[in-house]
C-alpha cells in the first residue's frame, strides 16, 4: 500500500495533468460571418483550387504549430496562439487568419473564398498535458436507484455505432465499449480511422442509430467552408476535391476542414447536420468526445443543441481541451455507467463525482499557480438533454438488479466486498450470481445474505500490469436451471503517474460575451 506522502505526490501529478486545460478556457467567439457568397468555388477548377489551398495551409501551419509547441516545451514558455496567427497569415492563399477565443485553433480565410481551419490542441499531444502514475487502483461502483417517473428510452432500431476516425493515435478501448453496449442489448457497427469517413457522418446516417459515439478531436467557435461560426468534429476522410465535388452546393458550404497534424480533414458541423438530416434521430444518445464538444451549450454553432434539436435525446461532451488518457477513462466509465442501468444524468453525475477525478481537481486548484479563469474540474464533462423525464438506455422495469463495492476507493491491495442488490421484480426468479474479472479473466460465486442481497468478500482489487487502464467487472444472475436472467457490467480505474512537463496555451487576446 502506497504511503500518504506518496499518495499526495501522486495526486499532485494528477492535478498538473489539467493544467492545459486552465488557459482553455470556456469563452465564445462572437466573429460575424464575413464572407462573399458571390467568391464561393463552385466549379471543378475552383473547387481544386480551394482544396490546394487547404492542404498548403494545413502543411506549412502544422509545422508552424510544431515549432511553437517545441519551442514553449524545451524552453518552459507558453505557446502564444497569435504568435502562430501572425506566421499563418505569410502562407500563400491566407487573406486572413484569427485564433479562437481558447487558443486551441485558428480560423483562416482563404482568398478562393472558403474558409478552413487548425487545431492547435489536439488530445493526444502529451507535451500539452501531464500524463498521471500512481499505480493505485480506485474501485468505483457505486448504487443505483430508479426514480419512478416516466423514463424515455432509445426507440430506433436497437444499434449503436461507434466512429473513431483517429483511433492509432487515441487508442480508444473498442472492445469494452463495445462489449459494454452490447450487454444493454444494442448491436454495434464500428468504423475506425478513414473507414470513418465523411458518410458515415452524415446525418441520415447517423440517425440510424440509438447510440452514437464519437471519439475524434474538435474545438469550437471555428468556420465552415461558407464562413458559420459552429463547434466541429473532424471525420477521418481527408480533404479532397474530388470528394468535395460530389457534395451540394449547400454541403459544400455547411462542411467544415480541419487542419491536424499536416492533413486537412473533413469536419461536420451544425450547418452540415441540419442539410443532410431529413428524418429525426430515435431518442438517441450522441457521445462526442472530442476538445471543446461541449463548450457551447446553445445558439446556432451548438452543436449539442443542434443534435437534441434533431431528435436526440441526451449529449454528453466536453466543455474544454481534455487528454488522452482522462478522455478514454471517462469514456469508459460513462458508458458503463449508462449501459448499468442508471439514468443519463445519474451516470454523468457519478462520472463526475468520481473519487479520484475530484481530488485531482481539488489538488489542481491547490497547487496551481494561476488561478485566473481556473476551469480545472470534473464539471469539464457536460451533458446536455432535452426532456425532464428520466432517460435511461436500458428500461428501468427490466433491470434485475444492481452492484456496488465497499468501500468505493482505495489502494491497490484494498480488501473489497462486492454486492449485488436484486430488483423486487425479480427476486423470485434468481437462484445465484456470478461475476468476473475482465482484465484477470478470474471467476467468483456470490452468497446470498438475505432476501434481495448478494455478497463476496476478501479480495483485494487485482493489479495491473500496466497503466493506466480501467478494468472491468462483469456480473451474472442466473435461474434456477442455469439460464441466465441478466447481465451487466462496472468498472475501477488504475492511474499512472509521470514526470513529463506539459505546455500551457496562451488564450487568445478576444473573448465572446
Known sequence: MKTKRNLINCFISIALLSMIMIVSSCKKDNNDNNDNPDKFPTTPEQIAEAVEN??????????????????????DEVVNPNEIVEQILLIEGVESAEATSTGNGIVIKQDDGTFSNLLIVTEDDERLFIDVDTKSTMPDFKSTFIVKE??????????AIILVPFQQSQNTNINQISNLLESAG???????DENADLTKFRGDFLNNYDVVFIRTHGA????????????????????????????SEDEQKAIATGGHDGKTFF???VPWLATTTNNNFTNSWIYASACESAMVDAGSSSLSESFLNLGSVGYNGFDASINTSLATSIAEKMVARFTSGLSFNNASDEVR????????????????????????NVGLFDNNKNISDPFYLIDPEEIVGFAKVIPDAGPVDTEVIFEVTINEKFISQVASIEFDIDNTGEHFTMSKINTNTWQRDGLSAPTADSY???DT?????????????????????????????SVRIKKSNYYAQ
Request: charged fraction near 20%; glycine fraction near 8%.
Open 267 to 269: 469536419a461536420i458541423s
Open 468 to 470: 493506466p487502464r480501467i
Open 353 to 376: 463525482s468520481d473519487w479520484g477525478l475530484l481530488a485531482k481537481a481539488w489538488l489542481m486548484r491547490v497547487v496551481a499557480d494561476d488561478s485566473d479563469d481556473i476551469y480545472i
Open 220 to 247: 469550437a467557435n471555428l468556420k465552415t467552408r461558407g464562413g458559420d461560426i459552429s463547434t466541429l468534429l473532424l471525420t477521418g476522410e481527408e480533404y479532397t476535391s474530388s470528394a468535395t465535388e460530389l457534395l
Open 473 to 501: 467487472f462483469t456480473f451474472s444472475a442466473f435461474d434456477s436451471d442455469g439460464n441466465l436472467i441478466g447481465q451487466g457490467s462496472a468498472t475501477f480505474s488504475i492511474l499512472e503517474e509521470s514526470s513529463k512537463k
Open 54 to 75: 487547404t492542404n498548403l495551409i494545413a502543411d506549412v501551419g502544422a509545422d508552424r504549430i510544431e515549432e511553437a509547441i517545441s519551442s514553449a516545451y524545451y524552453s
Open 186 to 192: 444494442y448491436s454495434v457497427d464500428t468504423y475506425a
Open 150 to 159: 416516466n423514463p424515455v428510452i432509445p426507440n430506433g432500431s436497437g444499434k
